[in-house]
């Protein structure tokens, strides 16, 4: 018997699908880089989204990421021009930064 409640509660989990969550708009929206910015990431347009991403991508690339403390990057000659001449952030503050190079 207690196999049948089990099979049961499993078919029930299954036809219950989470809703997908939707993307909100306003991230999805094509932003433009700055020079500075785009110097590292590229002066296409694009969702922050994907500029974050080539953001972490040059900076996996060029091991900017310190190695004790993850949460620091260090910065090289063109990452110094987007943070503002500092030469180590957290990833906070990046997130900061980065948004002061990006235009609607």
Do not use: C
């Not at 090289?76 to 930064?97: H, I, Q, Y």
Request: aromatic share 4%; proline share 7%.
């Amino acid at each position: 018997m207690a196999k049948k409640a089990a099979t049961k509660a499993t078919k029930a989990t299954k036809a219950a699908k989470p809703a997908k969550r939707k993307p909100n708009p306003a991230l999805m929206k094509p932003v433009t880089p700055d020079a500075v910015l785009g110097a590292v990431v590229g002066t296409k347009p694009a969702p922050r989204g994907q500029i974050t991403k080539k953001l972490w991508d040059y900076i996996k690339k060029n091991g900017l990421q310190d190695a004790k403390n993850k949460r620091q990057i260090n910065a090289d000659d063109a990452l110094k021009a987007v943070f503002g001449g500092k030469k180590s952030v957290t990833m906070f503050e990046m997130t900061k930064l980065v948004s002061k190079h990006i235009g609607a």
